[in-house]
């Protein structure tokens, strides 16, 4: 596959040698040339145990809150554009993708791993293999779901935990900020979410000393919360805060300016009648199976309100958080919407099974109380990593899922499900 030449700054042979912010005119993904996985990290990582049960303690007490956050650049509708992301010509790219009939890209959540790189490298090496297929069929970017870094999202862990792990992958990644990116550990002075603001919202193209000895550039994300915009796709990244459970994001503490801005990026869609697939992304999914530790109902309903305010819907809905891969559908009126949970990327698989009922079998109907659409679960996979496959047309949006476990040269996804766009209804995919 093609590599994007290394910067002059680094070297292969010194590791992690960069110590300043490299300032560049133009974005960098891959290294020139493939390199072999790691078996160790650069820096271990201690255990997080003690300060888990600090924070256990304080969540039986009612004591943690939702953290404030900076405001992203250009508000009230912060946008990035796939254009922007590469440095290149809208019309152009515009151009090529839709001789190609389509875009496709990654998703994955939950990927940063404390125990060592194998986990991560397994779906990392399996994401970076869908790149060597015929050109329409090349992932653009991939999107992360959050939680880069585990467990308080530090600085010093960024270079085991994402930029080593897709050291080979030549495409952009943009990312969610999840619980743990913005998470601070009881008694820790560091700033919420001031490493993923570095290495995620920068101003400008720039290798950050995460990095390190590689070449990636830090990504130009205007904040937090933003609209995605390629050929075919928009998606409506949301920040769900720092909580374990649930995902807030408005609130007293916090404000309201996520909902001023779905408004904001929902009345567009509207104004602009845009026609291609309305993707709406949160770290802290809105259904989880098993129980309802994980669910986020209020969330939800304030998402819920400024559909039915604006008349737009999502066709999708993307999240994380849970340790597994889940995928719902929601029956809303005549139109179903899938809601996928993709966190097992990396960081350890919790499994959905009960010791009194076994394991889960599907297709199941949750029993929702916060409205009254039929949620059903219609398949999970709790064994395996993963990361999904998306592929947008001017019609249809399909989305798969791929387990690690595979291997890099098995093509053929674990489950899927494609949406109409026109009827936002559940189909079958057309090539």
């Not at 999240?319 to 597994?324: E, I, K």
Request: hydrophobic share 35%; glycine share 6%; with cysteine.
């Amino acid at each position: 596959m093609a590599r994007a030449p290394r910067n002059s700054h680094t070297s292969p042979s010194t590791g992690r040698s960069n110590t300043s912010q490299t300032v560049l005119d133009h974005p960098v993904f891959s290294q020139p040339q493939p390199t072999p996985d790691p078996k160790r990290f650069e820096i271990k990582h201690p255990s997080d145990d003690a300060a888990y049960k600090q924070i256990d303690e304080l969540n039986r007490e009612h004591k943690l809150a939702p953290l404030p956050f900076p405001a992203p650049r250009g508000l009230p509708e912060p946008r990035l554009t796939l254009a922007a992301v590469l440095k290149s010509d809208e019309a152009a790219l515009e151009q090529r993708l839709k001789a190609n009939g389509q875009i496709v890209f990654h998703a994955v959540g939950d990927t940063g791993s404390t125990r060592g790189p194998e986990s991560q490298n397994l779906v990392a090496d399996k994401m970076v293999a869908d790149f060597d297929e015929a050109a329409k069929e090349k992932p653009s970017l991939c999107f992360h779901l959050g939680d880069v870094i585990y467990s308080f999202g530090e600085r010093q862990y960024y270079y085991d935990q994402f930029y080593e792990p897709y050291r080979d992958y030549p495409a952009p990644i943009l990312s969610l900020a999840g619980n743990h990116d913005g998470m601070i550990a009881p008694g820790s002075t560091a700033t919420t979410l001031a490493a993923f603001l570095e290495n995620f919202c920068a101003e400008r193209f720039q290798v950050t000393p995460e990095a390190g000895g590689l070449s990636r550039t830090a990504q130009i994300q205007p904040g937090v919360f933003f609209t995605f915009e390629a050929p075919f796709v928009r998606i409506l990244a949301l920040y769900s805060n720092t909580l374990e459970d649930p995902g807030v994001i408005a609130d007293n503490t916090i404000g309201n300016s996520q909902i001023d801005y779905l408004k904001a990026a929902m009345t567009r869609i509207k104004s602009d009648q845009f026609n291609g697939a309305i993707i709406l992304a949160h770290h802290h999914p809105a259904y989880t199976a098993g129980s309802k530790h994980g669910w986020s109902e209020t969330m939800l309903s304030q998402v819920d309100k400024v559909c039915s305010e604006t008349g737009v819907w999502p066709h999708a809905v993307l999240s994380a958080h849970a340790h597994n891969y889940q995928r719902f559908t929601r029956q809303h009126g005549e139109t179903q919407i899938p809601y996928i949970v993709a966190g097992n990327g990396g960081h350890g698989l919790t499994k959905l099974a009960h010791k009194k009922t076994g394991s889960l079998r599907t297709p199941q109907l949750l029993q929702t109380s916060g409205h009254a659409d039929r949620v059903t679960l219609e398949n999970y996979d709790d064994q395996d990593y993963g990361y999904l496959r998306l592929i947008v047309t001017v019609s249809q949006l399909r989305i798969e899922y791929h387990p690690a476990s595979d291997g890099s040269g098995a093509k053929t996804p674990d489950d899927f499900v494609t949406v109409d766009l026109a009827t936002r209804k559940l189909v079958h995919f057309t090539s």
